[in-house]
C-alpha cells in the first residue's frame, strides 16, 4: 500500500467552499471511481489556516494513474468543479506526494 498526501492551500476565504465540494460531490464521485480516502485534516497551526491536507491509500502507482485519470476525466467531476467555482476560483497551489510507509509505521 502507498499513500498521496494532497494539500491545498485555498485562495483566501475559499475554505468553506473547498471543504463543501469535497463533502457534497468529490467524495461521491471517488467512490464511484473506487478511490480511498484514508483521512481529511484543516490546519490549525501552522503556515495557513487555509489548507485542506488529505491523504489517499493506493494499492500501487498504476491504480493511482488509472483511478485518478478517470476521476479527473469524469464529465461530473467537471460540471462539480465548475459549479463550485462559479463564485471564482478555489484553491491557489496543490502539493501532492506520493509516501511509502516505514517497516515500523503502524500503517501498512
Known sequence: MIYEMRQYRCVP???PALLKRF???TLKIWEKHGIK???????????SNQELTYFLAWE????RDTKWGKFIADPDWMKA???????????ANIVSQILAPTAFSVVK
Not at 480516502?37 to 503556515?47: H, N, S
Not at 500501487?60 to 491504480?63: C, G, H, I, R
Not at 468543479?81 to 484553491?91: F, H, L, M, N, T
Open 13 to 15: 476565504g475559499r475554505l
Open 23 to 25: 463533502e457534497t460531490a
Open 37 to 47: 480516502q484514508a483521512g481529511f485534516f484543516t490546519t490549525l497551526i501552522g503556515e
Open 60 to 63: 500501487s502507482l498504476a491504480e
Open 81 to 91: 468543479r465548475a459549479e463550485s467555482e462559479a463564485d471564482g476560483q478555489i484553491v
